[in-house]
């Protein structure tokens, strides 16, 4: 009877310590309170809702539990942040979380507070603007909304490819014709016999000329001899000698502009003169050769212009070689031309360079007059040159300036119309979940707790179920029995072992 006792009283005992380990993950014959620590993988249900140790994956620092809360404790919520925020959270549709916040709004105000984050954060883009197609179809007024959304979409396409056209005719040279008005004219100053100095005792005359742009527009006015490159007054060689006739200006880089010229010279009779006046053309213009000219229909041209036209020749004769496209085959023009009968494309810069000659400069022949009584003192010329378009200038500044962009850019960035669409947005979720509570109660609150406990998993990185675990229908599942013994298997080769290097030590 006592031995039927004993045994009941082990059986219950082993029972006991068996529960206390399944549960607590008490060891046997460790004092009362103490939990065993997991060693490889559990066997039994995890301890987290009894205050075991949380079951913690390889390569993770194990967390701070709180013992009777399934969540980190308050120090080590700042380290786990930043994984539940990259986590997708799943809730029930339309549900909005209390203390939630869209990201982007987070976001922006983050960046305002830190200025850091502000030159990092990416500019919102188009697409945070649009509407959802379920709230135009709640709102149909939304639709104006959208076109605006349309029209500002295909107004900044057509700015961005209207500067990249501004972009590409600004590489090009932009001339505007216009009349250059050439004043020539002259003064003359008799002898007086009772004058003192010696240039009032001899008569002289002064020679003028100077000019201006009609219709100049520009603000800052051109000075005249920016129009030139040089200018040569040629004088009657038998009234002032070989090497006193010719008056010349050339221009230099360090020249001075100015609005005129000057010629004084002493005299008493009316002298002839040439004035050779050559432009100064940007880009540079060339005269062609006769035989160039008459095949080209052009007489001065820039080098870029005559390459052009010769290739346009080319094509309309269809000289180029059918088999070898780099050779064009010469017809008769091109042979008294270029004195050959076939050549390469890369070699008409180097034959042109033969071809192409100065300008011809602009020649008027002129009579200084000392008559008193000749009022025609004064003659008038019009020349036509070329002058940078204004509107060339318009485009650079247009270009260059940043008020505009920066303008649209504070227009793009502003925060108002992003709030106002995550405001509807918000708005439309929680219109939802309204319409699904009112629905559906009691179906609803289930959904958001089940939604709510998978959060809380996913947040406490808790392993296996722990409302299943709660309850102790859990516990007397087949696998329990396979638990044991594994256990007491694993307990007795620990005991087995200990003796052994117990005894090992002792023999030594």
Excluded at 438 to 453: E, F, H, N, T
């Amino acid at each position: 009877m006592a031995t039927e006792e004993s045994a009941g009283g082990a059986r219950k005992a082993t029972k006991s310590k068996l529960f206390e380990f399944l549960v607590h993950g008490v060891r046997p014959g460790m004092p009362s309170g103490a939990r065993m620590p997991h060693q490889g993988a559990p066997m039994g249900p995890p301890g987290p809702p009894y205050g075991g140790s949380t079951a913690v994956r390889p390569g993770l620092p194990s967390p701070g539990m709180e013992p009777s809360r399934k969540r980190p404790a308050a120090s080590q919520q700042v380290q786990q942040q930043p994984a539940v925020q990259n986590r997708a959270r799943k809730k029930p549709v339309g549900f909005p979380g209390a203390n939630e916040m869209p990201a982007r709004q987070m976001d922006m105000r983050d960046a305002q507070s830190d200025p850091t984050l502000g030159s990092n954060a990416k500019r919102r883009k188009m697409a945070d603007k649009i509407l959802p197609q379920r709230i135009r179809e709640l709102v149909p007024e939304s639709q104006a909304y959208m076109d605006l959304l349309a029209f500002e979409r295909k107004l900044d396409q057509t700015i961005m490819r209207k500067r990249v056209d501004i972009q590409e005719a600004l590489k090009r040279p932009m001339k505007q014709k216009r009349k250059l008005r050439l004043y020539i004219s002259n003064t003359f100053n008799p002898a007086k016999p009772d004058a003192d100095d010696s240039d009032g005792s001899i008569a002289s005359w002064e020679l003028r000329v100077e000019g201006k742009l009609l219709d100049d527009v520009g603000k800052q006015k051109r000075k005249f001899s920016s129009f030139f490159k040089s200018l040569v007054i040629e004088l009657d060689k038998d009234l002032y000698g070989p090497d006193n006739h010719l008056v010349e200006w050339h221009r230099t880089p360090t020249t001075q502009e100015t609005d005129g010229f000057q010629v004084k010279r002493p005299g008493d009779v009316s002298v002839r003169c040439t004035l050779l006046l050559m432009l100064d053309y940007q880009p540079p213009q060339f005269k062609l050769d006769p035989r160039l000219a008459r095949l080209l229909g052009i007489h001065t041209q820039t080098r870029s212009c005559i390459i052009q036209a010769l290739w346009q020749y080319v094509k309309t004769n269809k000289l180029q070689d059918s088999h070898d496209k780099e050779y064009i085959n010469c017809d008769k023009y091109f042979q008294q031309i270029f004195d050959c009968p076939r050549l390469k494309f890369s070699e008409i810069p180097q034959r042109l360079t033969n071809l192409l000659l100065p300008p011809d400069p602009i020649v008027i022949n002129h009579v200084i007059s000392v008559d008193p009584n000749d009022q025609k003192k004064t003659a008038c010329y019009d020349i036509d040159v070329e002058v940078e378009d204004p509107l060339k200038a318009q485009m650079s500044s247009f270009l260059l300036s940043t008020a505009n962009q920066q303008e649209i850019a504070s227009l793009d960035n502003k925060v108002k119309i992003h709030e106002t669409i995550e405001s509807i947005n918000q708005l439309k979720i929680q219109r939802d979940f309204m319409l699904s509570f009112s629905r559906d109660p009691k179906g609803y609150i289930q959904d958001w707790l089940k939604s709510q406990s998978r959060d809380l998993k996913l947040m406490t990185d808790v392993v296996g179920n722990p409302e299943e675990e709660r309850r102790a229908e859990f516990y007397q599942e087949p696998w329990t029995q396979e638990a044991v013994s594994r256990y007491f298997y694993s307990k007795i080769q620990q005991r087995r072992q200990e003796l052994e290097q117990a005894l090992a030590m002792r023999n030594t």
